[in-house]
């Protein structure tokens, strides 16, 4: 099973989003759901699979840093 962070998308050009993951940046393909700059994304194997509401985001990311 894999978890999925989330991460802001900051950019899209040609078909890719540029996507913020608390400070790395990373590229992945926007072609399978509609994702606009601003939105925050899951992306698995280089593809963003969903996008998610802000709150929802955050709650995610408290989530995963409680497992350190």
């Given at each position: 099973?894999?978890?999925?962070?989330?991460?802001?998308?900051i950019?899209?050009?040609?078909?890719k989003?540029?996507?913020d993951?608390?400070g790395?940046l990373?590229?992945?393909y926007?072609g399978?759901?509609?994702?606009?700059?601003?939105?925050?994304?899951?992306?698995?194997a280089?593809?963003v699979?969903?996008t998610?509401?802000?709150?929802?985001?955050?709650?995610?990311?408290?989530l995963?840093?409680g497992l350190?």
């Open positions: 099973m894999c978890v999925a962070i989330p991460g802001k998308i950019s899209i050009e040609d078909g989003a540029t996507i993951f608390s790395n990373v590229e992945a926007v399978l759901v509609k994702a606009n700059v601003g939105d925050y994304a899951l992306v698995h280089g593809c699979i969903q998610v509401k802000k709150q929802e985001a955050e709650e995610i990311a408290e995963m840093q350190d």
